[in-house]
Nanobody
Framework: QVQLVESGGGLVQPGGSLRLSCVAH????????MQWHRQPPGKQRELVAT???????TYSDSVKGRFTISRDNAKNTLYLQMDSLRPEDTAVYYC???????WGQGTQVTVSS
């Protein structure tokens, strides 16, 4: 079955960086628009970034200029490079396939000193 598996979360100090990865299994990855979403504690899930093969990525205003979404279709992998992290970036981060409407299990990112 189609499956998305995230990794790369952890605890980081404010101003630090993390790179999240999302590996797609049993799907034609290159045809799917892909997204990163996040759910802060006690809040609703929100869209962070979107990328299509051959298209320009888009970002939420809260992460624009700090986060970079990218994809490697040869490796069936989606990435999220997160720089200049802030405490308000603390959340569970999920990847999502638009074509296959599939979510990963999530990876926790905690930004704290």
């Amino acid at each position: 079955q189609v499956q998305l598996v995230e990794s790369g979360g952890g605890l980081v100090q404010p101003g630090g960086s993390l790179r999240l990865s999302c590996v797609a299994h049993n799907m034609l990855f290159k045809i799917s628009g892909m997204q990163w979403h996040r759910q802060p504690p006690g809040k609703q899930r929100e869209l962070v970034a979107t990328i299509f093969t051959g298209g320009q990525p888009t970002y939420s205003d809260s992460v624009k200029g700090r986060f970079t979404i990218s994809r490697d279709n040869a490796k069936n992998t989606l990435y999220l490079q997160m720089d200049s992290l802030r405490p308000e970036d603390t959340a569970v981060y999920y990847c999502h396939s638009l074509v296959f409407n599939t979510w990963g299990q999530g990876t926790q990112v905690t930004v704290s000193s």
